[in-house]
């Protein structure tokens, strides 16, 4: 959680008060920029300072509360195990400027601060509203209908495109399953779900798809997995940046994989120049359900990306490696040496050893021959280019005469 400071939380206003008494005990507060804190009194420690559990909650966590689908106390204990639960120890005089945070760990974890027993939200002091259960109505999977449409709207389509689409579908489905499973399981599923076409509709260009998945799935994950891809691009289409973003940093619904996928299945229907929609009744309540991405969402595909350029990383460091120099190319500058502690690599010298070793015949290897070396190493993901490797780079060494 970012740093805030007593003049920070004094912008916040209440948006939603669940426990009342002389003051609100458990509420939402709200941010100038929309950021979401869940606030829980704890007990007055001193005269004049209360203690209070305090955390950054997305607009999901913040849902599934209303809905009675999250219970307060499993939304606690998910805050203190993913290390996202503070201690706010704030003064209740109006004039002090006292506001202390500490992470909630195991060595000043109180279990009396939580409640005794589980519980649901039930009212909202601030809209006067009483809260309902609200099941989850997850999509139908066993029969969904993609329409693409370009911009004469055609009944036909690039048969390369169609694969393309079909094949970038399947993956973002199963790296949603696998983001799914990983919560549900703790591991990826042990079968992937494929996709079966159903039928063919001449609505511009229309296909019936159902999932088929190889074993029987007490989960759901089918199901689950395309909700949440019609629930991530209808997103794109009306929530902000920061909203997504949440999605990916603190709720962890979707992880670089599946935003790499879905911005590659978007990015073929940006590319050609086409518009893409989905169609499929609930289960439960049989309600249909349409997302689409068009060319007024063109733009929202930077969302993606920017997630991508912020996921993705560079950097180096120097270290200090013993092993066996089994190649040397000096020529075209290559070395190989099979090491005692980071396995075999591979690489080129620096600039600035290459140079010397064209000037200097005093700088010689012995191949092959014990070697101790400073090898530099870069490490590069960059998600958005799809670039991921590893560079050694042979700074210095010394070999036994």
Avoid: C
Avoid at 248 to 258: A, C, G, K, L
Avoid at 265 to 292: G, H, Y
Avoid at 315 to 324: A, I, L, R
Wanted: proline share 3%; no cysteine.
């Amino acid at each position: 959680m970012k740093k805030i400071k007593h003049s920070d939380l004094k912008q916040y206003k209440a948006f939603h008060i669940f426990e009342y008494y002389d003051f609100p005990l458990f509420f939402i507060s709200q941010s100038p920029s929309n950021e979401l804190f869940l606030n829980y009194y704890i007990e007055d420690i001193d005269v004049n300072l209360d203690k209070w559990l305090f955390a950054r909650i997305t607009g999901k966590e913040l849902k599934g509360l209303i809905d009675q689908r999250l219970s307060v106390l499993s939304l606690l204990n998910h805050l203190y195990s993913k290390k996202r639960l503070f201690h706010l120890f704030l003064s209740s005089i109006p004039t002090s400027k006292k506001a202390e945070f500490e992470l909630v760990e195991e060595y000043n974890f109180d279990e009396e601060s939580f409640p005794e027993e589980d519980f649901f939200v039930e009212y909202d002091y601030v809209t006067k509203q009483k809260f309902i259960p609200v099941e989850e109505d997850l999509i139908d999977s066993s029969r969904f209908k993609m329409v693409l449409r370009d911009t004469s709207n055609s009944h036909d389509i690039s048969l390369n495109l169609l694969l393309d689409v079909l094949g970038n579908l399947k993956k973002s489905i199963n790296d949603m399953a696998y983001d799914i499973g990983s919560k549900l399981l703790g591991q990826r599923p042990d079968h992937e779900i494929n996709l079966r076409v159903d039928s063919f509709q001449p609505s511009s260009f229309g296909v019936y798809l159902m999932t088929d998945s190889l074993e029987e799935d007490l989960f759901e994950l089918p199901e689950k997995s395309l909700n949440n891809l019609f629930e991530l691009i209808d997103d794109i289409q009306h929530k902000s940046p920061v909203e997504i973003e949440e999605q990916v940093d603190i709720d962890e619904e979707y992880s670089v994989e599946t935003i790499k996928s879905v911005k590659k299945l978007l990015k073929d229907i940006v590319e050609n120049d086409f518009s893409l929609a989905f169609e499929a009744q609930t289960k439960t309540k049989m309600a249909l359900r349409e997302v689409k991405f068009d060319k007024d969402s063109y733009g929202k595909l930077e969302i993606l990306e920017k997630i991508l350029k912020d996921k993705s990383e560079k950097y180096s460091k120097e270290v200090e490696v013993e092993g066996v120099l089994t190649s040397i190319n000096t020529t075209n500058n290559r070395f190989r040496i099979t090491t005692t502690s980071i396995g075999e690599i591979g690489g080129r010298m620096s600039t600035k050893m290459f140079k010397d070793l064209k000037k200097n015949n005093n700088l010689q290897f012995k191949v092959p021959s014990k070697i101790k070396a400073t090898i530099q190493i870069e490490f590069v993901n960059d998600y958005v280019e799809e670039n991921h490797f590893e560079k050694y780079t042979l700074v210095d060494f010394e070999q036994p005469e």
